[in-house]
């Protein structure tokens, strides 16, 4: 079993930057492969990045390419999402995922999920 939460969203101007973090619980969290979603208001959850256990393998969603970083801590049980240039585009709740592999996350493969963290990007 795995617990997620998130943290670090919040209110930013186009052009800035975020970082979230997402703490997890549980004795299996280096186990895991951890990714984040958003979900805008009035459109489906969408992938946006993903790590290996091991934060050898990276996915990104073409959108933010460039732009985000994915990291992991599996000492500190923690995954990280680095968000710089962001875009009122980007407005939407974060939500921190872990799944069997990075590449499984991308498609939605995911065996938990946080509750979400609103970041809102001022134009």
């Known amino acids: 079993q795995v617990q997620l939460v998130e943290s670090g969203g919040g209110l930013v101007q186009a052009g800035g930057s975020l970082r979230l973090s997402c703490a997890a619980s549980?004795?299996?969290?280096?186990?895991?492969?951890m990714g984040w979603f958003r979900q805008a208001p009035g459109k489906e959850r969408e992938f946006v990045a993903s790590i290996s256990w091991s934060g050898d393998n990276l996915y990104y969603a073409e959108s933010v390419r460039g732009r985000f970083t994915i990291s992991r801590d599996n000492a500190k049980k923690t995954v990280y999402l680095q968000m710089t240039s962001l875009r009122p585009e980007d407005t939407a709740v974060y939500y921190c995922?872990?799944?069997?592999?990075?590449?499984?996350?991308?498609?939605?493969?995911?065996?938990?999920w946080g509750q979400g963290t609103q970041v809102t990007v001022s134009s």
């Open positions: 549980g004795r299996t969290f280096s186990r895991h492969a």
């Open positions: 995922a872990a799944g069997p592999t990075a590449q499984a996350i991308t498609s939605i493969g995911v065996n938990y």
